[in-house]
């Protein structure tokens, strides 16, 4: 499956639904590709300055080399400022340290962009629920639900979660 596979379908939702809620800090887990970071950072044209979060999944040195690479490239083509956090570590660490930061000033929205399992997916999503703020807005790329091995915890957020949420496209989030 391609990147832009990965990605286009819900992301214009998403960002459109961030332009909507002037959106200023943003986490996305999952990360492994930079479409999406790259598609907010060419997109924002509504807010001054930007905080971007991500939990990046690398599979090599490289990877990460090519992802800065081309985060900077997209940053440099727009007159918003951006301010990069990644967060590295373990998957309990990284939410831990979401949570935390949440503490102190909410998220306006959340992309989550893959993960290895169920279990790890409706722990995001649990994690996201904490971290964003009323109004904020949750997406989930569109490949997981046809995942058969994550579709399950999708499933299970809506059915936990779902009174807390207007489903505004497929599997974009507005939370009251």
């Not at 639904?17 to 200023?24: C, F, G, I, P």
């Not at 800065?68 to 007159?79: E, G, H, N, Y």
């Not at 169920?118 to 999503?125: K, N, P, Q, R, Y």
Request: some cysteine; glycine content about 4%; overall charge negative.
């Amino acid at each position: 499956m391609s990147e832009r596979n990965l990605y286009s379908g819900n992301v214009s939702a998403f960002l459109h639904a961030l332009e909507s809620e002037e959106a200023t800090r943003f986490v996305e887990f999952g990360t492994s590709e930079v479409t999406c970071l790259s598609e907010l950072i060419s997109a924002v044209t509504w807010a001054k300055a930007v905080e971007l979060h991500c939990a990046p999944t690398f599979d090599r040195n490289d990877s990460e080399v090519r992802f800065d690479s081309a985060l900077m490239s997209a940053a440099d083509r727009s007159t918003v400022q951006f301010n990069l956090v990644k967060h590295i570590g373990t998957d309990t660490e990284v939410n831990d340290a979401i949570l935390e930061l949440s503490e102190s000033a909410k998220f306006d929205g959340a992309y989550i962009a893959g993960s290895s399992s169920a279990e790890g997916l409706l722990t995001v999503m649990m994690v996201c629920n904490e971290a964003l703020r009323s109004r904020g807005v949750l997406a989930v790329a569109n490949h997981i639900e046809l995942e058969d091995s994550l579709a399950p915890a999708l499933a299970s957020f809506r059915d936990m979660y779902g009174d807390d949420y207007e489903e505004i496209s497929p599997q974009v989030f507005h939370k009251y």
